[in-house]
């Protein structure tokens, strides 16, 4: 499975807007950004730094950075763009053609004797007169580093930084609270809408033996009827959600607590999963003790070795590939809830 330029550039871009990151320029190859300070805190790695802002409750700097979609493209473009040949504006020139003002001296060099726009020797701007510099020679100035640069990093499928920003997805975006927009026309209305309080949650269930299978269940369960939805996200896909509770509009009191909705939904989906067909565990088991009768029939000769050494040596080997194999033939089922919130829809 791979994924497109334009869904990495969507799924950076949906995560830059949401953690509310300053779009410093933006095009279909790039985007450079400054970081929000949530952001900063989940892709910079600089604890120790946003420990200091923590003590001190002082301003944060965040860092910025471009990130890269299509880095061929973006690299011809720029150097494509470098090697066009400068606009150079117009300069007045006095009457020997030289710029108004210039005072040609002996050395062909303004009227100094140094170079125009050049610091005058002695002067605290020229770089040889510095401490360093009468020791050691000309000291090469040093790369900008912090929150002042703007650090390249190139976004693909498979890259550090795109595994980074998903993480961080995933972690901030497990727990949800949204309210369902009613729209402007709801806002004018002198009646107060009734919004229904939901909790979903979508499931993964992992079917593994030697083979490996996924599912998602997305069901939602409302705490104010007990109402069980199997299919929640084709609910919520034609719905414009909001963080922010909408203005008139008020919410149902609950039936049911949050711990009690989720019991409803363990319940359901456990019935759901003891209808399945299980006609691959039974391959699995039958594929599992073949794997064991091959390995037990390696080793019977070799567990009849005399020295009790090399027996005990042997008798370790054997249990622990007993012990792979089983881990790798056993049919499992684990379940586990990737993302989970609460969801004020309005009532129909």
């Known amino acids: 499975m791979s994924l497109s330029v334009q869904e990495i550039r969507k799924q950076v871009m949906d995560y830059l807007e949401a953690t509310e990151c300053s779009i410093i320029e933006a095009s279909p190859l790039h985007v450079t950004v400054k970081l929000s300070p949530i952001a900063d805190r989940m892709l910079t790695e600089r604890p120790y730094y946003w420990g200091f802002v923590d003590r001190t409750g002082v301003e944060p700097e965040t860092l910025s950075f471009t990130f890269v979609f299509e880095p061929e493209k973006y690299d011809s473009l720029a150097a494509a763009a470098q090697a066009a040949p400068p606009s150079r504006p117009q300069r007045r020139t006095g009457a020997a053609g030289l710029p108004a003002g210039?005072?040609?001296?002996?050395?062909?060099?303004?009227?100094?004797?140094?170079p125009a726009g050049a610091a005058p020797p002695g002067s605290a701007a020229d770089p040889q007169d510095s401490l360093l510099a009468r020791y050691f020679g000309n000291v090469p100035a040093l790369p900008r580093i912090g929150p002042g640069m703007i650090r390249r990093e190139d976004v693909i499928y498979?890259?550090?930084r795109l595994r980074q920003i998903w993480a961080a997805a995933r972690e901030e975006g497990k727990c949800l609270q949204l309210f369902e927009d009613p729209g402007r026309r709801q806002r004018l209305t002198l009646f107060s809408a009734a919004y229904e309080p939901w909790l979903g949650v979508c499931y993964k269930v992992e079917m593994t033996c030697d083979l490996k299978r996924e599912e998602l269940h997305y069901i939602g369960v409302s705490l104010a009827t007990g109402l069980i939805v199997p299919d929640f996200e084709a609910r919520l896909a034609s719905r414009e959600l909001t963080p922010r509770l909408p203005e008139n509009v008020h919410i149902q009191p609950s039936e049911l607590t949050v711990a009690a909705g989720a019991d409803r939904l363990e319940g359901y989906l456990t019935s759901k999963l003891a209808l399945m067909d299980y006609?691959?565990?039974e391959e699995a088991r039958e594929r599992l003790e073949l794997e064991l009768g091959i390995v037990d029939i390696y080793y019977a000769e070799l567990l009849k070795e005399q020295d009790e050494e090399k027996r005990l040596a042997i008798e370790e080997q054997y249990n622990r590939?007993?012990?792979e194999t089983a881990w790798q033939y056993e049919p499992q089922i684990a379940v586990s809830a990737i993302t989970y919130g609460l969801f004020h829809l309005r009532s129909t």
């Open 102 to 114: 210039a005072d040609l001296g002996a050395g062909g060099v303004t009227g100094g004797g140094a």
């Open 158 to 160: 498979g890259s550090k």
């Open 279 to 281: 006609t691959w565990a």
């Open 321 to 323: 590939r007993r012990k």
